[in-house]
C-alpha cells in the first residue's frame, strides 16, 4: 500500500509477466463501475521513480476476510431469515462481467464489504487477470478457473442467478 500525494492510501499493481496487467485493472473497473457494480476507486499513479502503477484506493472500513465471505455465502442477514436484498442481482453482475472479460481470478478474495450504517456494501476488485491477461480471447474462462468454480459455490448457496444460453456456460 502506498500514500498518494492526493491524501489517499491506494494497493498498487504493475505490469508483471510481460501482461499489461495495468490496463486490464483500469479498464475492468471502469467497466464495472459503468454498469452498476462498486469497485474501489482507480487511479495511475507515479512512483518516486517515474514508474507508473495502476491504483485501487483503500476502502476505510473494511470487514475481513471472514465476515465478507459469510456474507456471500450466507441466504440471510443476521439470525432473523431476512434475505439479502439484491446481493443476488450485484454477484450476477460481477459474474456475467467476469464471463464478459473473461476475469480468471474471481475468487472469495476479491470482494470487500463494509458496513454502511447497518447495510452491508459489496465492492469487487481485482481484474489483474482478465482482458488482456490471455490475449486474444478464445471463449470464456475455462470451468476449473476461480471465476467458475466460484461462481458455482455461489449458485449452490443460492446467491448467483446465471441464464445459460445455448449451454455457453
Known amino acids: 500500500m502506498v500514500d498518494a500525494d492526493d491524501g489517499g492510501l491506494y494497493y498498487i499493481k504493475g505490469d508483471a509477466h510481460g501482461r499489461p496487467i495495468r490496463a486490464s485493472e483500469w479498464l475492468g473497473t471502469h467497466i464495472a463501475e459503468a454498469v452498476g457494480i462498486q469497485a474501489p476507486a482507480p487511479v495511475a499513479i507515479e512512483r518516486s521513480n517515474g514508474e507508473i502503477v495502476f491504483g485501487s484506493r483503500r476502502i476505510a472500513g473494511v470487514a475481513d476476510d471472514l465476515l465478507t465471505r ?100
Open 70 to 169: 459469510s456474507y456471500l455465502m450466507t441466504s440471510s442477514a443476521g439470525n432473523v431469515a431476512v434475505p439479502v436484498t439484491g446481493l443476488s442481482t450485484i454477484l450476477s453482475k460481477i459474474y456475467a462481467l467476469d464471463m464478459f472479460l473473461n476475469n480468471e481470478d474471481r475468487h472469495f478474495g476479491n470482494y470487500l464489504s463494509i458496513d454502511d450504517n447497518g447495510v452491508r456494501r459489496l465492492y469487487s476488485f481485482d481484474f489483474s487477470r482478465a482482458v488482456f491477461w490471455q490475449w486474444p480471447w478464445n471463449g470464456y474462462p475455462a470451468p476449473t478457473t476461480h471465476t467458475r468454480t466460484h461462481g458455482k459455490l455461489l449458485r449452490h448457496a443460492g446467491k448467483l442467478v446465471i441464464l445459460r444460453l445455448e449451454g455457453a456456460l
